[in-house]
């Protein structure tokens, strides 16, 4: 009893952080609420979840989000891994090598952001762009061409790090004296890295992939910044669609109706992923 009194304030508080938000939030997703126009007020039903779910827009952002995604822990997994292996092995400026690799993580979304698009995507004045002309190619002008492919780019660079330090942080924990059996039997690179060294990884790639898709689901300083969700909404994702909602179209209403359904597929996505990592915990 005397443990649940001490308990009380920190889980009272916690609670209020949470609840309060989210009641606002179901609250305002059935209500006409314009911030223009206070006129337009009054109890709506499902009136925003209708018109948001048949409204084509969602749809596009939400197959841009899986999109997102996707590749992105596609990239920062397979790429993570290889780097892992890569730096676990002994050479000159290796403590320095990976000083700068794992650097790009702690730099801010908007700063990164800033970067890619003043820096080294610019159809112009960019890196890639001299890069390209050097060897003879045409500059892409990728946040027109390529809006999402390059949201894509942005996003892999700032989470790669991640995936790089939770995996040699766990490939470092692999038996020397197993690799080394597997060597005297005869087992080749690419034998140890797919029978031992990537079954060791299983535990940390699942780790890494949960954490990853809870904030990759909230992608938005990146969008912001270059594309503003276009052209059209070539790269909008839901996170952007909800702003869009709330504070362009000023229908407080639809953009907390948007919120709730990314509740519910954060919820699917961590329910799913959080089974799928006691699974290979338990293994």
Request: glycine share 6%; net charge negative; charged share 10%.
């Amino acid at each position: 009893m005397r443990s649940f009194l001490l308990q009380a304030p920190a889980v009272s508080l916690l609670l209020l952080w949470m609840l309060v938000p989210l009641c606002m939030t179901l609250w305002f997703s059935f209500q006409r609420y314009n911030l223009l126009n206070p006129f337009i007020s009054g109890f709506a039903g499902v009136d925003n979840y209708t018109y948001l779910l048949t409204d084509p827009a969602l749809w596009t952002a939400m197959g841009n989000t899986l999109l997102l995604v996707g590749w992105v822990l596609a990239i920062t997994v397979a790429g993570g891994t290889l780097l892992a292996v890569l730096f676990q092995q002994e050479f000159f400026g290796r403590g320095i090598a990976r000083l700068l690799v794992i650097a790009p993580f702690f730099v801010m979304p908007t700063v990164s952001a800033l970067i890619w698009k003043n820096m080294m995507m610019h159809p112009v004045n960019g890196v890639l762009a001299w890069l390209f002309n050097l060897f003879g190619f045409q500059a892409v002008d990728w946040f027109s061409s390529l809006p999402l492919t390059s949201i894509i780019l942005i996003v892999s660079w700032e989470w790669l790090p991640f995936a790089l330090l939770i995996l040699l942080t766990a490939i470092q924990s692999l038996d020397d004296d197993q690799v080394e059996a597997a060597r005297m039997d005869g087992a080749g690179p690419i034998a140890i890295f797919w029978f031992i060294t990537l079954p060791h990884l299983k535990r940390a790639i699942s780790v890494v992939i949960m954490i990853e898709m809870i904030f990759l689901l909230t992608i938005f300083a990146e969008i912001f910044v270059t594309t503003s969700g276009g052209p059209g909404l070539a790269s909008t994702n839901l996170a952007y669609l909800i702003y869009i909602r709330a504070l362009l179209d000023f229908d407080v209403g639809g953009a907390s109706a948007g919120g709730v359904i990314a509740i519910v597929l954060a919820n699917i996505v961590a329910i799913f992923l959080i089974r799928t990592v006691a699974r290979h915990l338990e293994t």
